[in-house]
Nanobody
Framework: QVQLVESGGGLVQPGGSLRLSCAAS????????MGWYRQSPGKERELVAL???????TYADSVKGRFTISRDSAKNTVYLQMYSLKPEDTAVYYC?????????WGQGTQVTVSS
């Protein structure tokens, strides 16, 4: 069964850091791209960062230079390291995985940036 399990969300002050983790079943991790999306109340879900099998990455303009996506093949895990967090980064963050056959989503983890 395909699964994506996120962890690492929480409350952080502006300017702080958090690292999100997404543990993926092997069938996703080895066959497609993985990434992170986020959704704030009243807004559409948006791409935050994506990492492909090749290792190439894509970032939303709003997080470039502050967030870094990476993957650990030995652990079947994708990470999103977030620095210099801003209140506008507050959202539910969803892990995403794609294969040639389907797309998959995690359950989401809340990130709140507030003083």
């Amino acid at each position: 069964q395909v699964q994506l399990v996120e962890s690492g969300g929480g409350l952080v002050q502006p300017g702080g850091s958090l690292r999100l983790s997404c543990a993926a079943s092997g069938s996703i991790f080895s066959s497609g791209a993985m990434g992170w999306y986020r959704q704030s109340p009243g807004k559409e879900r948006e791409l935050v960062a994506l990492i492909r099998r090749s290792g190439s990455t894509t970032y939303a303009d709003s997080v470039k230079g502050r967030f870094t996506i990476s993957r650990d093949s030995a652990k079947n895990t994708v990470y999103l390291q977030m620095y210099s967090l801003k209140p506008e980064d507050t959202a539910v963050y969803y892990c995403y995985g794609s294969t040639p056959y389907a797309n998959y989503w995690g359950q989401g983890t809340q990130v709140t940036v507030s003083s």
